[in-house]
């Protein structure tokens, strides 16, 4: 069946590091990708999209690429602030029967100054 | 500024009783509207899917009787957590999606804690 599914972690990294947080998907057809962010005690907020293979989102520093071929859409930022530490949750929608959404598990960062 | 509105972000109440959750969309109308459940430290879960005009369209899993859900305008559906118990204690999230395959807006949770 679809599904979503990430890095465990969490993950801990110091200020102005590399992030990346890995997120593979199985679906038929060409779903929508996304990434939403979760800070503590609030809703999901959308980070960012791609639509088509070889799209690539990109928001606030943060960048994913969809690859088709792997069937991938890995999350990196540059150079990680403390303000980034929240869940990330990857996430695809079918274009068919009722688009509906599949999440994966999340995954922790803490970013430490 | 937020397209959705979720209220009340927090509930404390005794077992047995009712909570009703709203869930406001601000920005377009929303034919469908979706509601989850998460626990601490997972993901989200779908619990059922709000359609206005109708009946909800559920997951396998979810008590229907138990959770109530009304989506009697395009702006506005709502959960109704009936006979609440302490294992019904969570975060409940609601979210609106435009069109096909747009992303989805979410509402910022309410926490229901039941003693």
């Known amino acids: 069946g679809d599904s979503v599914t990430q890095m465990e972690g969490p993950v801990t990294l110091s200020e102005e590091a590399f992030l990346t947080i890995n997120c593979t998907y199985t679906a038929t057809g060409y779903p929508s990708l996304f990434w939403y962010v979760q800070y503590p005690g609030e809703g999901l907020q959308l980070l960012l999209k791609a639509t088509k293979a070889d799209d690539k989102g990109s928001n606030k520093g943060f960048e994913a690429t969809y690859r088709k071929e792997t069937t991938s859409f890995h999350l990196e930022k540059g150079s990680v602030q403390v303000s980034d530490s929240a869940v990330y949750f990857c996430?695809?929608?079918?274009?068919?029967?009722?688009?509906?959404?599949?999440f994966g598990a999340g995954t922790r960062l803490f970013v430490k100054a | 500024g937020a397209v959705v509105s979720q209220h009340p972000s927090w509930v404390i109440c005794k077992s047995g009783t009712s909570v009703k959750i709203e869930c406001r969309s601000l920005d377009f109308q929303a034919t469908t509207m979706f509601w989850y459940r998460q626990f601490p430290k997972q993901s989200l879960m779908l619990m059922a899917t709000?359609?206005?005009?109708?009946?909800?369209?559920?997951e396998q899993g979810v008590e229907k009787d138990k959770f109530l859900i009304n989506h009697a305008s395009l702006t506005l559906s709502t959960l109704t957590v009936t006979s609440a118990h302490p294992e019904d204690s969570s975060f409940y999230i609601c979210?609106?999606?435009?069109?096909?395959?747009?992303?989805?807006?979410f509402g910022d949770g309410t926490r229901l804690s039941i003693l």
């Open positions: 996430a695809l929608t079918l274009n068919t029967g009722g688009f509906k959404t599949i």
């Open positions: 979210s609106v999606r435009g069109d096909g395959n747009q992303p989805q807006h």
């Open positions: 709000s359609n206005e005009g109708s009946k909800a369209t559920y």
